[in-house]
């Protein structure tokens, strides 16, 4: 059982480039989410999905695309690549609601540092 | 707006003692709180929650407290061993419509052996 799984682990980017981080779940999750953490900030909420089909904004959405076109996936896109959003990203998945389980079910993947140059 | 906030940074403790690491919340919607525990280079992992209609659960060495009223919660570590050496953040869910899990800062807390 995999859990979640978030590809590439580490990126550099150009100022402008454009690209799509990929987050996988195996577990039959609703709800995933994007998060990321800087020092001093926790972890902030970019974009969240309570189904695939439907997504909606968090804390921190400018400069982010999402889609979720299945119940697996739900990559993040950078548009247009800032410094500012050099940071380590950290997608989650979890059940739509409390689902008998005391965290949810919250399952985070192993992040992917990303640094805009 | 910071909605859930750990105002300590970092937390240093002695081996076998007790760790209190403290989050406060503004939000009165939150029903639902939960501690994460983080290593580098790792997604945060689970560690405990509690409900907003309790006011303490115990896990093993973990215990969480909930104050209402003051709208704080705290994690206590007893007795603190060198593996719990981590970043430690507080987390809070709206129930109902949605789940969004709001994040808090993180402690970072350091036990010494």
């Known amino acids: 059982n995999a859990g979640v799984t978030q590809t590439p682990k580490f990126q550099v980017l150009k100022t402008g480039q454009s690209m799509t981080l990929q987050c996988a779940q195996d577990m039959n999750h609703e709800y995933m989410s994007w998060y990321r953490q800087d020092p001093g900030m926790g972890l902030r909420l970019i974009h969240y999905?309570?189904?695939?089909?439907?997504?909606d904004q968090g804390e921190v959405p400018n400069g982010y695309n999402v889609s979720r076109s299945t119940t697996e996936d739900f990559p993040l896109r950078l548009l247009s690549a800032a410094p500012s959003q050099t940071s380590v990203y950290f997608c989650?998945?979890?059940?739509?609601?409390?689902?008998?389980?005391?965290?949810?079910?919250?399952?985070f993947g192993s992040g992917t540092r990303l640094t805009v140059v | 707006d910071q909605q859930v906030k750990q105002n300590s940074p970092s937390l240093s403790v002695q081996e076998g003692r007790i760790s209190i690491l403290n989050c406060d919340y503004t939000n009165s919607m939150f029903d639902y709180f939960l501690w994460y525990k983080k290593y580098p280079a790792e997604g945060p992992t689970f560690l405990i929650s509690i409900s907003s209609i309790k006011d303490k659960n115990e896990d093993g060495r973990f215990t969480v407290f909930l104050n209402k009223s003051a709208k704080h919660l705290s994690l206590h570590i007893v007795p603190s061993q060198p593996g719990d050496s981590a970043v430690y953040f507080c987390a809070a869910i709206i129930g109902g419509a949605t789940n969004k899990l709001i994040f808090g800062t993180g402690t970072l807390l350091a036990v010494q052996p």
């Open positions: 999905s309570v189904g695939a089909g439907i997504t």
């Open positions: 989650a998945s979890s059940y739509a609601v409390g689902g008998g389980y005391s965290n949810y079910g919250y399952t």
